[in-house]
């Protein structure tokens, strides 16, 4: 067997289906082996479009996304990608082709050291040096991507090995899986937590990122019921518990003043799947009167003078809310305070319902009449993403994404061309503002390609919006941040997609409702109106 063979062959034995990229013509011999797998290569048009993908297929799936990339220009545009699969633990393989091991050289045509630039945003970066690693190296690197914390691992593939010959006979024995399951030991300390939450008059909880990862809220949900504590949930914790559970006081944003009036009562913090990279930081909590701090996590959270907790469970998250939820008998607080006071929400314009152009209130929540519960929505970064996270109401777990650790723009296309993949039979709409659609808007081919339909929502004023109200909230003046845009609706039929532009606030359902239902791919231009912030 050539190393190429090998290489799909291990890729196959691991359940991949999909690898997100774009070919290069120097791995010829790894293409050829892929054209006769089941495996799909997913053709995108920007290599950081094809790492978005892997991100959100991991973290839906559970199962690394795989991405691609040729050497040189093309490993490079890879990275905003894998970083930000590294900062929000998105389960990752992303693979790179390379010159020969001999040409390994910084002045070598189109050389870069991928091992050392992958490095520091993956939790592992390794180069191929022989065919006969391929099985063990990438057996390995499934395994490790998964681990919590899950991340990426990026591979670096230089050209000689994929021609390279194995004899057939000797692949099973350089096929060795790694099994590598996590040797942590889960501190099953009920007694203390329990008796914490007894002595407590105000304990909230503070639900995170790894309680959707690991699958954990049915169990998140008996724990509040039983013992019947407020939450709060993070960016990446949206969806673990339902908008309209009576204990849910909305999602953590340190602008909103009742929030900060929430923790200031507060005697103890449970942090259950807290990760730091969320942007949550303890000052939020650090206020007001003395209080206890318990760390309910997958892997230890104490991150130097930043984050100490008084009481840290390191655990798989299921395992230990069940045996939480049977174990301790604390009676159920009482709060003698209207919870209503004490939620995250944003005033609504009194006029959102009638000015044009819209307010961004209004265009999420006619997103959410429009959607079923159980559809996807992605939002991009920029000044709408603190709207989603804060007024649009989830109530299931996966239903949605945000870039959050990283933050980065032009993360909502790929995801949500990503999303429908997963997910074909639910409805899928991407948030965007107009900058940060406008630097994947090449992928819009991509969805047209595949035939996924998704909608994409353009939030459009013309300006990167969170720095120009950064500015004018400072400086009173603006600079830099206000640009031109294109006709999207054109645009988006120059892609092959349905364009639509809202014209009036009256219009705004209906031009939704016919996007998002069209079976087809979808922009939606929505004028907006941002002088009312949050």
Known sequence: MKGADIFVKTLEDNGVKYIFGVPGDIELSLF??????????????????????????????????VCFSTL?????????????????RSPMIAISGQLKVDEFHKNAHQYLDLEKIFKPITKQSTVIYSAKQ?????????????TERPGPIHITLPINILDEDIPNSNYESYNQQNNLAQTQTYEYDIDSVCEAIKKSAFPI???????????????????????????FSTFQGKGAIPANHRLYLGVISRHLKNVQKTFESADLILNIGYDYVEGIKPDIWETGIKKRVISIDTISNTVD????????????????LREFY?????????YNINKNE???????????????????????????????VHDVIVSDVGRHKQFVGLLFKAYHPKTVLFSNGLSSMGFGLPAAIAAKLVNPDRKVVAVCGDGGFMMNVQDL?????????????IINDSAYGMVKYAQLNKFGKTYGADFGNPDFKKLAESFGAKGFDVKSTSDLRSTLEEAVYSGKVSVVNVPIDYSEGL
């Open 32 to 65: 050829e082996s892929l054209s006769y797998s089941d495996i799909d290569f997913f053709t995108v048009r920007h290599e950081q479009t094809g790492a978005f993908m892997a991100d959100v297929y991991g973290r839906l799936t559970g199962k690394p996304g």
């Open 72 to 88: 040189g220009p093309g490993a490079a545009n890879l990275v905003t990608g894998v970083a930000n699969a590294y900062l929000d």
């Open 134 to 146: 391929i099985p063990s190296i990438l057996n390995k690197s499934f395994e490790i991507a998964k």
């Open 205 to 231: 909880i503070i639900a995170g990122n790894a309680v959707i990862r690991q699958e954990a809220s049915e169990e998140l949900i008996n724990f509040i019921d039983k013992f019947q504590i407020l939450a």
């Open 305 to 320: 003078r930043f984050y100490r907790p008084d009481i840290e469970i390191v655990s798989n998250l299921k395992q230990y």
């Open 326 to 334: 049977k174990n301790c008998n604390c009676p159920p607080k009482s």
């Open 342 to 372: 004490l939620k995250s929400t944003i005033e609504v314009p009194r006029d959102a319902d009638s000015c044009f152009p819209l307010k961004p209130h209004k265009v999420i929540a006619e997103i959410r009449n429009v959607l079923d």
């Open 445 to 457: 081919e991509t969805a047209v390609r595949y035939k996924l339909p998704i909608t994409i929502v």
